[in-house]
Antibody, heavy 120, light 107 residues
């Protein structure tokens, strides 16, 4: 059974870098069938797609975050990661990782999410 | 960049009644649309992809329809487990924008 699990600090200071990792189990991150994506949800608000990565390292980023966001993949650990720099309080959110169909684009397996608060 | 707009923002429905949720795309997305259900404190769950293909384990009381710019999610007879927030998402073009969500609440 495929599972994704987010991990990383729950508190980040303003202007610093937010770093999260998603560990994939029950599936190979090198599969040719999927992208691997990050989505966030600010408190009380809707879902925002941040970016996705393919096992080759090809990435797609939200235009609004492109300048601050880096997504990378570590196939040896079956993980992919997110780095968001120069964070502000507006980046406070629940962050989800998800498996995304490469052919069609929908997200069919999600992690439980991890809450990240940006505060000094 | 494609913008997805959902209506209504909140839908108040009694158990056993029918619920109809709408999603509109700012330009054609063909049938490249997914619907997700999210309950409080939980991750979203895929309900439909390709506008009308039910994901694994989704009950038949849920149905999806539409194409191009107009899409509908229908719940034929609401059960207590169905009160949640529903999001549409297009995946015809990057970025894969979500709608702002429709909250289905108990009337």
């Amino acid at each position: 059974q495929q599972q994704l699990r987010e991990s990383g600090p729950g508190l980040v200071k303003p202007s610093e870098t937010l770093s999260l990792t998603c560990t994939v189990s029950g599936d190979s991150i090198s599969s040719t069938s999927y992208y691997w994506g990050w989505i966030r949800q600010p408190p009380g608000k809707g879902l925002e797609w941040l970016g996705s990565i393919y096992s080759s390292g090809s990435t797609y980023y939200s235009p609004s975050l492109r300048s601050r966001l880096t997504i990378s993949v570590d196939s040896s650990k079956n993980q992919f990661s997110l780095n968001l720099n120069s964070v502000t309080a507006a980046d406070t959110a629940v962050f989800y990782c998800a498996r995304q169909s490469r052919l069609l684009g929908y997200m069919d397996v999600w992690g439980n999410g991890t809450t990240v608060t940006v505060s000094s | 960049e494609i913008v997805m707009t959902q209506s209504p923002v909140t839908l108040s429905v009694s158990p056993g009644e029918r619920a109809t949720l709408s999603c509109r795309a700012s330009q054609s997305v063909s049938s490249d649309l997914a619907w997700y259900q999210q309950k409080p404190g939980q991750a979203p769950r895929l309900l439909f992809y390709d506008a009308s293909t039910r994901a694994t384990g989704i009950p038949a009381r849920f149905s999806g329809s539409g194409s191009e710019t107009e899409f509908t999610l229908t719940i034929s007879s609401l059960q207590s487990a169905d009160f949640a927030v529903y999001y549409c998402q297009q995946y015809n073009q990057w970025p894969g924008a979500f709608g702002q969500g429709t909250k289905v609440e108990i009337k």
